[in-house]
């Protein structure tokens, strides 16, 4: 496979999406099964998916912790003797069982990545046997997400912490009246903490990307160590610096494109569909609700199952959009990488057999001839 460009990339990459989204013995054919398929696969591996999903969950759970919290801190039940230390055994459960969560979750994350990979480089459409085949290399990478996580938290610590508990020292003391008569002294020490924790999120962003891109193919080719994995990175930065960056760059600006793309269509899709649902609620509440009894209990029947088809609209929206942008970025990352890993190389366009050279005809040697008569 010839050495490609990160712009040389861009084509192939677009060009294999298809093939990835329907059936191997029906390629070109649309099933929507195998494509809600393979999109779940790699929406679970695209940390938007996470992001634009995960957070509406853990927003109302939350208001509805403090809501209980609320509740519990100001009802009699506080007063009693072990109600401290009931509180702060619940919390320190709660916490274990947040981090345990948290390490379950990161476990299929890295899992369901090795499992789109095998998808979009063997394109079998088997999520089992491609699920199967990385049980031990999702380990290994599931070490370095936790071992990258862990000194962004401390490098987070050790420069936005500092900054904060100087914010907290500044405002102690100052009531609420005074904080808004002098924003400046909120925005002189808070606005430094945002500033870190967004070049620490750009640069987990750009780790993650390494991570996906450049150590997890020969972890997966290769069952290769982390380092491996590293060498094999080291010797590509080595020879092709500025590739490199292009290409993480260019991966980048693409994925905002078509993350935009995705949700505008997304909106748009919902937009229409919710426009629906409202109108003929209007209708439906002007002739149902005042008739009482059988016929509003209609209405409302109607009203819970358009939220539910809206909301099962929108998760499928998500896992659409979501999936297809995961896809199209592993398809752009193996092309890429694939041109300088020949391994990799290999699996996406196999080397051409040479045929053997045709065999001269043996001529047989010369007999010497009979002396004529004479």
Request: charged share 10%.
């Amino acid at each position: 496979m010839k050495p490609l460009s990160p712009v040389d990339a861009v084509v192939p990459a677009f060009s294999r999406i298809p093939t990835v989204l329907t059936p191997p013995a029906q390629p070109g054919t649309f099933r929507f099964g195998f494509f809600l398929k393979m999109a779940a696969v790699g929406a679970f591996t695209n940390p938007g998916f996470y992001g634009s999903t995960l957070a509406c969950a853990g927003l109302g759970l939350s208001f509805t912790m403090l809501a209980l919290t609320g509740r519990i801190w100001h009802s009699e039940w506080m007063a009693a003797p072990a109600a401290g230390a009931l509180l702060l055994t619940a919390s320190v459960m709660a916490a274990v069982a947040a981090l345990a969560l948290s390490l379950l979750l990161a476990w299929l994350w890295c899992r369901l990545r090795f499992t789109l990979f095998d998808l979009v480089v063997g394109r079998r459409g088997q999520v089992a046997a491609a699920w199967s085949a990385y049980g031990a290399q999702s380990w290994r990478y599931l070490g370095l997400m936790v071992l990258v996580t862990l000194a962004l938290l401390l490098l987070a610590a050790s420069t936005a912490g500092p900054l904060f508990l100087r914010f907290i020292a500044a405002i102690r003391g100052m009531t609420l009246q005074q904080i808004n008569a002098s924003p400046a002294v909120v925005f002189a020490h808070i606005l430094p903490v945002y500033g870190i924790l967004f070049v620490l999120e750009g640069t987990a962003t750009f780790a993650d990307a390494i991570a996906q891109d450049f150590l997890l193919p020969p972890m997966a080719l290769d069952d290769a160590p982390l380092q491996s994995a590293f060498g094999h990175l080291f010797r590509l930065l080595r020879d092709r610096f500025w590739s490199v960056v292009g290409y993480l760059l260019l991966r980048f600006a693409l994925e905002i494109g078509l993350t935009c793309a995705g949700m505008l269509a997304v909106l748009l899709l919902l937009g229409a569909a919710a426009a629906a649902a409202a109108g003929l609620g209007f209708i439906l509440y002007g002739a149902l609700w005042h008739l009482g009894g059988a016929a509003a209990l209609a209405f409302i029947l109607y009203c819970a199952a358009a939220a539910t088809l809206l909301l099962g609209l929108w998760l499928l929206a998500m896992i659409a959009a979501c999936g297809v942008l995961a896809i199209f970025r592993q398809c752009y990352a193996i092309y890429f990488y694939g041109s300088y890993y020949q391994e990799l190389g290999n699996r996406l366009e196999p080397p051409e057999q040479t045929a053997a050279a045709p065999l001269a005809p043996v001529v047989p040697p010369l007999l010497p001839q009979p002396p004529p008569v004479w």
